[in-house]
């Protein structure tokens, strides 16, 4: 059973990898713009003061325009920072660090020097991450890459707090599905805003 929704998840990635592909700039570039105003617009955003907030590749929703808001409205910014074994949520100063972040050799935005920030876990906590991936659904099932690294994140942070924070997903349209194949470990996401 397990091999074959690992099978299925393989299959799907690369069918939405090459929906994603298809997408014209112009089109992303409106969808990001929907998304980021739904994002900026919800209750949750407003209450928060902690946010986690997926520094955008080319396929994936932009977040740019969040991020520069979560600074001029004077919250705090975290960021991934993963490397093969695991990610950990980084704190970003200001829109000078952020804009200063170098590219890894995965072509990510990511700090090199995690070891000497601020890690939410270990300090502050959450109160919302964004999350980026390859697929969702409404009720906020979701297909990332293949390497665990938000469903093992969200598993630590509630063994740390006692509860995880609030999740929401970026999603483009073609990325929404009715259903997708998950396994025990794969964690459900509080919402999933999309252009739709």
């Not at 074959?4 to 570039?29: G, H, P, V």
């Not at 590749?57 to 740019?64: G, L």
């Not at 590219?103 to 990511?110: K, L």
């Not at 390497?147 to 994140?153: A, I, L, M, V």
Request: some cysteine; aromatic content about 10%; glycine content about 6%.
């Amino acid at each position: 059973m397990t091999c074959a929704i690992f099978a299925a998840k393989k299959l799907l990635r690369k069918e939405l990898k090459d929906k994603l592909r298809k997408l014209t700039e112009s089109d992303k570039a409106n969808q990001s713009s929907i998304i980021s105003r739904k994002v900026l617009g919800s209750e949750k955003y407003s209450s928060s003061s902690n946010i986690c907030v997926y520094v955008s590749m080319s396929e994936e929703v932009c977040t740019h325009e969040i991020i520069t808001n979560v600074f001029k409205t004077s919250k705090n910014l975290f960021v991934p920072y993963f490397n093969k074994e695991e990610m950990v949520m980084v704190k970003i100063r200001d829109l000078e660090d952020y804009n200063s972040l170098p590219v890894d050799t995965y072509g990510v935005r990511q700090p090199t020097d995690y070891t000497e920030r601020e890690h939410a876990m270990n300090t502050c906590g959450l109160d919302l991450i964004l999350c980026p991936g390859l697929g969702f659904t409404k009720e906020g099932l979701r297909i990332g890459r293949g390497k665990g690294y938000y469903d093992n994140y969200l598993t630590k942070y509630e063994a740390r707090w006692g509860k995880q924070p609030h999740t929401i997903a970026l999603a483009y349209s073609v990325q929404m599905l009715d259903q997708l194949p998950t396994t025990e470990s794969d964690r459900v996401l509080d919402e999933v805003f999309s252009a739709l």
